[in-house]
């Protein structure tokens, strides 16, 4: 501390609002006659640890801080963020390679992932593609310790590249082969599976293969439908193939409402090619209900039901007796909501 206050090492004074909210959240207290906070740079903790001979927590340090950087880049791009996302990306990249030199290790490839998917989101095609290389690489240098879920990300983020170029035929390729890889590490019908028929489908329908595409998303609907019917209505599983882990699906609120817009295209796109009254128009309008049920969306989901109630006729019983206890579902939901 008295080296501190002497100015042997060098530090920050934040005002940042973000900052002191933070500080005030985790209880610390506050600099007495002082606006703002004092903050230690992180090449200031490493020479602190290393001046008191404490060199063995710079390793942990230096992996902390990656995973901090790799977090905030994850979630900046979750919310659409990918000019910000970029520059934290790339810095995690940077403290990866240095923290895992000489020899690259596998340890970068999610780093490479998250570099290429940052490009991606701002359309830089060539910077994309040259992180995508460099992670098929380490992946090819050691393929037994590459898992079944880095190849499906590979093969996913290579098919969305070769989407935005125009390379369909490629990225139909990558696109299957991100379906199998997920095929094999969690089953054909699981629901982290179906982003890989869903990215399908949007190919074939770009090339105009309209019956390809309803094929595809018709995947989509099944594993879905037959998920949240059993975690939401209390169905027994259509398939054995559905596996839910600990009675929940494996996706955070952020994933389901993009399964939502997801579940949404399917039906505009079904609206489009088979008119507003076919029947699976309204299925996906009772899919994205449950789906909105399951995270709270009340408000949402009931106006999901009524467009599923509005194709469905007199001859889909049991779609209309689902879609009553659906109705029922949201009211308990609502009074559950007021009593609180």
């Known amino acids: ?13 934040s005002v940042n609002k973000d900052v002191l909210h933070t500080v005030a959240v985790l209880g610390l207290p ?14 200031t903790v490493e020479n602190l640890l290393t001046d008191r001979r404490r060199a063995e927590l710079v390793q942990p340090f230096r992996l902390a801080l990656l ?22 990306a790339l810095d995690a990249v940077k403290q990866g390679q240095a923290l895992f030199r000489p020899a690259p290790a596998l340890q970068l490839f999610p780093l490479y992932l998250l570099a290429a998917q940052a490009n991606l989101g ?33 093969s996913r983020l290579f098919g969305q590249l070769y989407a935005l170029q125009g ?15 997920c095929a094999q590490e969690y089953g054909p019908e699981d629901v982290r599976t179906s982003l890989g028929y869903y990215n399908l489908s949007k190919v074939f329908q770009s090339q105009g293969s309209l019956a390809k595409s309803l094929a595809c998303n018709d995947m989509v609907m099944h594993i879905w439908a037959s998920a949240l019917k059993t975690l939401v209505l209390g169905e027994a599983p259509e398939t054995h193939a559905v596996s839910l882990q600990g009675h929940d699906i494996p996706l955070g609120r952020s994933q389901l409402l993009e399964v939502v817009d997801m579940l949404q295209d399917i039906c505009a796109l079904r609206s489009q090619a ?8 309204g299925d996906a309008h009772f899919t994205s209900a449950l789906a909105l049920a399951h995270i709270g969306e009340v408000g949402r989901a009931h106006g999901q039901l009524e467009g599923a109630l509005k194709v469905y006729n007199d001859s889909d019983t049991e779609k209309l007796k689902l879609t009553q206890r659906a ?14």
């Not at 501390?1 to 004074?13: E, F, M, Q, S, T």
């Not at 506050?30 to 090449?43: S, V, Y």
């Not at 359309?123 to 037994?144: T, V």
């Not at 088979?274 to 128009?281: A, C, F, M, R």
């Open 167 to 181: 390379k369909h035929q490629e990225a139909l390729q990558a696109f299957a082969e991100d379906v199998f890889y």
């Open 67 to 88: 995973k901090l950087a790799s977090q905030e880049a994850a979630r900046l791009m979750a919310a659409g963020e990918y000019e910000f996302a970029l520059p934290v």
């Open 274 to 281: 088979l008119g507003p009254n076919d029947t699976s128009v």
């Open 327 to 340: 109705m029922d579902h949201l009211t308990s939901m609502q009074a559950s909501m007021a009593s609180y």
């Open 1 to 13: 501390v008295k080296d501190l206050r002497a100015g042997r090492y060098p530090k920050v004074h």
């Open 30 to 43: 506050p600099e007495p006659g002082n606006t703002g906070l004092t903050l230690l740079t992180a090449d």
């Open 122 to 154: 701002l359309k830089r095609a060539k910077q994309c593609e040259d992180f995508l290389g460099l992670a098929s690489w380490l992946a090819l240098k050691e393929p037994r310790a590459t898992t079944n879920v880095m190849r499906s990300q590979l």
